[in-house]
């Protein structure tokens, strides 16, 4: 019973088990993209449709990758939100994108809980790429796939992540994901970008960050948006660096195997310093890395649901 | 107003629940011309009436005055697409309604005397239930330059809000109180500090924490009926709270009406039945505002229309079509349908022992009336019958695809309820009707 599932939506519903199914599918398709010839038949005559209506340059490009190196046809449709206001709705798109009979939609939305509605529509598979505050569950395992490469494990970890846990979809799906796993999830921000309720949710919630850094087995930097000062969240971004950004003094009281990892893109300067990013704790690319494999994965998966059987 | 021709029925053994006088008795009630005649036990028609008077036997069910909701949105004029006076009165009827107030955030806003005589016009030429216009306390509901009241008051309006919109200027809520007191109007206060419900989709908690929706924090409600109140005091003008969703409003208007201020407030079936875990699925069906709140608010409006802190219950009936409402949770409007689900839900209220069977009453008919200042909700000998005979058992589910709103956005379709509306007379003339002819 690995994988069962017509979507994969978000981690909040997904059992251990599964997982597990999809870091192991994960890590075995890894290797095809070391190979000279990047490509397997797998997905041979399957249609992978990419709907990002929501800027993203590399999850975009993660799971076009993803998709050719198992030999799916892809193809993209842009939205913005602008067509919605004339009128267009994602729904609508849809409609119309159904009449072509595709096997998968990897969907970016800017709002939540959208790649649910599309789910509920179609007989497709849908993939959530990310939508609004809610959910990033792709970015959410290859985050995992990530630690357990350098840690061997999740279980017993201590995870800080850190920055606007409030608007952020990476801190929610990590959060579901590690703390299924057995890690311990620590969230630190400042109070205007976590919200009050996240203790309820299973996080530990923190302010200050000295008290928590030297605990942490992995730190997961978030980047902060720019709009969180018109909205009166934070006075400055020069102050949210001097409280809350991770630089090389900051790190030097943290664990010494302690792994930086950062979603992407980065703020240099804000929520992470240069010489952090680019420094010997950092596992950024690794994340990038991996994030062609997860998606892979997680093509296979949902891809070959109608069959039997399936080699990769 | 009604095709139907007056009753003359003598209404056998039914559970006559009327709060308006203290009645819940067990009596027969004589309709003759439409008009109520007699109320009593086993009342004798005698030789000249029997024949032409038909008798109906209405053991096990409730007679209680005709119900009033006053709190709906018809759509007419400018979105007739989701409803109209006549179909929104239709399902009024069929919910048990006999009366609706209707809100003016129509298009046009209902700010000026032509539009109040249109709608009462519309009401009297197609309606199935009384319709009663809400004026705009500000013209265009723009909160800048107040709506002519004495000019609406003529026109036959009831009460003034900007429901849909706060009154976010306090001088502007200062000023409505005041002039209101010259026409004996009600200021009916959508309470919502907008800027702290900037972007909200829902009630801001655990769930919105969980879902990354963003919340609209019950503190944007009780912030604004804080200041209502504090306002009504000061002016002695006759304050409304609508759609009480939060516990802390219950405990501010409770405290209110302990100081004796000239407060009274609704709250509608969706408050005290649903919470913000319905949002989980994301469907915009549950979209609502205010918000659908924790179980904690829910537990909190609850006790408040058991101890009397919310006067009434309303339904803020919101037709939406597709467009509106088959979107993104983000994109989508506000608002659920309500006339012809309520019935049920306030029944449950005393299946649950929250209510007896007359305080439910009570809060959809002589209470909503008297802040209304409408001659309905208790029975009166001599005036035209407006009833409601229920059945309080029935069991079905509940499907919007037979309602008679010309929307489907009900957020109660699949639920098992019990109870509804057998027979609803509107000055003496059946709008709706299950009994067999």
């Given amino acids: 019973m690995p994988f069962k599932r017509k979507d994969l939506l978000g981690i909040r519903e997904l059992e251990v088990h599964e997982i597990e199914h999809i870091l192991k599918i994960a890590a075995s398709l890894k290797e095809i993209n070391t190979r000279p010839i990047k490509k397997v038949p797998t997905l041979r005559g399957k249609t992978v449709v990419h709907l990002f209506y929501e800027p993203s340059t590399r999850t975009r490009t993660s799971f076009d990758i993803a998709a050719k190196r198992l030999s799916a046809d892809t193809f993209s449709i842009s939205g913005s939100t602008s067509s919605i206001v004339k009128g267009e709705t994602m729904l609508d798109t849809l409609k119309n994108l159904e009449a072509m009979k595709p096997d998968v939609f990897v969907i970016r939305h800017s709002a939540s809980g959208t790649a649910h509605r599309l789910a509920q529509r179609t007989p497709a598979s849908v993939i959530n790429a990310g939508d609004g505050m809610h959910e990033h569950p792709s970015q959410a395992l290859l985050d995992m796939m990530t630690i357990r490469e350098h840690k061997g494990r999740l279980d017993g970890l201590t995870v800080l992540i850190v920055g606007d846990i409030a608007h952020s979809r990476v801190a929610r799906s990590n959060l579901w994901g590690l703390s299924k796993m057995g890690a311990r999830v620590v969230v630190c921000g400042p109070t205007t970008l976590i919200p009050l309720e996240f203790d309820q949710l299973g996080a530990s919630v923190c302010h200050r960050l000295e008290e928590v850094i030297p605990e942490a087995d992995v730190i997961m930097v978030l980047r902060l948006q720019k709009e969180r000062m018109q909205q009166l969240l934070l006075p400055s971004l020069r102050e949210y660096a001097v409280v809350y950004g991770i630089n090389a003094s900051r790190l030097s009281k943290a664990k010494s195997d302690v792994i930086i990892m950062h979603p992407g893109p980065m703020n240099r300067g804000v929520e992470i310093s240069p010489e952090v990013a680019d420094g010997p704790h950092s596992v950024i690319l690794d994340q990038v890395t991996n994030g062609v494999a997860v998606r892979m994965a997680l093509l296979y998966l949902l891809g070959q649901r109608q069959e039997s059987s399936g080699t990769v | 107003m009604l095709e139907f021709e007056a009753v003359n029925t ?428």
């Fill in chain 2, 10 to 437: 003598l209404y056998r053994r039914g559970r006559i629940i009327d709060p308006g006088v203290g009645t819940d008795m067990t009596a027969d009630i004589l309709v003759l011309e439409g008009r109520i005649i007699d109320i009593g036990p086993e009342i004798d028609l005698g030789m000249d009436l029997q024949n032409t008077v038909k008798e109906v036997d209405l053991r096990g069910l409730w007679v209680t005055p005709g119900w009033v909701d006053m709190h709906v949105h018809l759509r007419e004029p400018g979105e007739e697409y989701k409803e109209t006076i006549a179909s929104g009165t239709r399902a009024a009827a069929a919910g048990g309604f006999v009366a609706v107030a209707c809100m003016p955030n129509t298009k046009p806003v209902n700010d000026c005397a032509a539009v109040t005589a249109f709608i009462r016009k519309r009401a009297r030429e197609e309606g199935r239930c009384h319709v009663f216009p809400v004026g705009a306390i500000s013209k265009g509901l723009k909160g800048e330059d107040l709506s002519e009241f004495g000019e609406l008051r003529e026109a036959g309006a009831i009460a003034v809000t900007d429901d849909g919109r706060p009154v976010m200027n306090s001088l502007m809520m200062r000023r409505a109180l005041e002039y209101a007191r010259n026409f004996d109007f009600p200021v009916i206060s959508h309470a919502e500090d907008l800027g702290l419900a900037v972007g909200g989709l829902m009630n801001e908690g655990r769930v919105s924490a969980m879902l990354g929706l963003r919340g609209i924090p019950a503190a944007a409600e009780v912030a604004m009926i804080q200041r209502d109140v504090t306002l009504a005091e000061l002016t002695k003008g006759r304050l409304h709270i609508a759609h009480v969703s939060a516990a802390g409003s219950v405990r501010v208007i409770r405290a209110a009406k302990a100081r004796g201020i000239a407060v009274t407030a609704e709250t509608a079936p969706h408050y005290f039945t649903l919470t913000d875990e319905s949002l989980v699925g994301f469907d915009p069906v549950f979209k609502v505002n205010p918000p659908l709140r924790g179980a904690e608010d829910v537990a909190a409006i609850k006790d408040g229309l058991a101890d009397g802190t919310l006067d009434a219950i309303a339904t803020d009936h919101a037709p939406h079509s597709v467009l509106e409402k088959d979107t993104e949770l983000e994109y989508a409007a506000n608002g659920m349908i309500g006339l012809e689900s309520a019935l049920p839900l306030v029944l449950n209220l005393v299946k649950e022992g929250v209510l007896t069977p007359s305080q439910a009453v009570a809060k959809v008919t002589i209470n909503p009336s008297r802040i209304l200042s409408l001659p309905l909700g208790r029975f009166k000998k001599g005036e035209l019958a407006n009833l409601t005979v229920i059945n309080p058992e029935t069991a079905y589910v509940m499907d919007s695809r037979t309602f008679q709103s010309k929307s489907r956005n009900c957020p109660f379709d699949g639920r098992a309820v019990q109870g509804h509306a057998v027979l609803t007379l509107v000055d003496g003339r059946p709008a709706f009707s299950r009994l067999e002819r």
